[in-house]
């Protein structure tokens, strides 16, 4: 691939980012709403109903143009949705580059792997932002994802980065089956783990400590990171809604009676892992060295 050949590509992921962060905004505006198909009717105005053209349905140039209001009504458009599509660009063009400039393996796995990470990246924010506003997981991406990450460890075992379990009695010939084994096994710790953390959680503090939805989304990431990712990605969110905490308390001066949802935060952990895995694992391992050193 040319240099040229790859400017383009990086750009074309980038458009193509705008183009999937527009649907994104339709998913996120309609998922939690059970009556609304995301395929029909056409995008509206929520306040005056009308229809939606085509020629105000430009990510990001559109909501500029029309000065973020409805073209009829001048009601205003929630910057969210240039936030969803700018974000949405911004990593499928980082997805793209990590493939152009960082990646060493074939062609097609280099395709495979912005497609996969690409995907992640779409369903990391769509559950992000409808879990900050409705505090749900919708299953329509956390089943579906399970089902789709095993797929996927069937066709493409080279995804777990070279974690597929071993086969010392010879009875997983195949890297294929050890694939679906591998996005099985990650699927269970993470929903498992979760779910440990939600009935202690419980009998603990005498409420619910965590959601039917961030178990079934644990087992959507874990069954594409495989039980070491899903067991780093449960780590780093635990990370970051306790440096959450910390940050609100320093500036708030209190924590108590706050309420946060814990799947961004899990989220954040899984885009970690999707775009900087190696590298966490390389700090875990240097880590581990200083120690024994120490």
Not at 116 to 124: D, I, N, P, R
Not at 176 to 197: D, F, N, W
Request: proline share 4%; aromatic share 14%; glycine share 12%.
């Amino acid at each position: 691939m040319t240099p040229s050949h790859q400017l383009i590509f990086a750009i074309f992921a980038a458009v193509f980012g705008l183009l999937a962060g527009s649907f994104l905004n339709v998913c996120i505006f309609r998922l939690p709403r059970n009556c609304m198909s995301i395929v029909r009717p056409r995008s509206r105005c929520v306040r005056c109903l009308n229809l939606i053209a085509w020629y105000d349905n430009f990510p990001v140039v559109s909501y500029l143009v029309l000065g973020g209001r409805c073209r009829h009504c001048r009601e205003r458009i929630s910057p969210r949705y240039v936030l969803v599509e700018l974000l949405t660009a911004a990593i499928f063009a980082y997805a793209a580059y990590i493939q152009i400039y960082r990646s060493t393996g074939l062609g097609t796995e280099r395709a495979v792997w912005f497609a996969v990470q690409s995907y992640l990246a779409a369903a990391l924010i769509v559950c992000t932002f409808i879990d900050l506003e409705f505090r749900i997981l919708p299953d329509e991406i956390t089943i579906s994802g399970i089902v789709l990450g095993l797929a996927c460890g069937a066709a493409f075992p080279f995804l777990y980065r070279g974690d597929l379990p071993t086969d010392p009695w010879g009875i997983l010939r195949s890297d294929h089956v050890r694939g679906v084994v591998a996005g099985l096994l990650g699927g269970v710790v993470g929903a498992g783990m979760t779910y440990l953390v939600r009935v202690v959680g419980t009998w603990v503090y005498k409420k619910e400590a965590m959601g039917l939805g961030d178990v079934k989304f644990m087992g959507f990431l874990g069954a594409f990171l495989g039980w070491k990712g899903s067991f780093m990605t449960f780590l780093l969110g635990c990370l970051a809604g306790a440096l959450f905490g910390i940050g609100h308390l320093l500036v708030r001066g209190r924590i108590r009676g706050v309420q946060v949802p814990f799947g961004p935060f899990l989220a954040a952990g899984a885009m970690t892992m999707i775009f900087f895995g190696p590298d966490v694992y390389q700090l875990l391992s240097a880590y581990r060295e200083w120690f024994r050193g120490g």
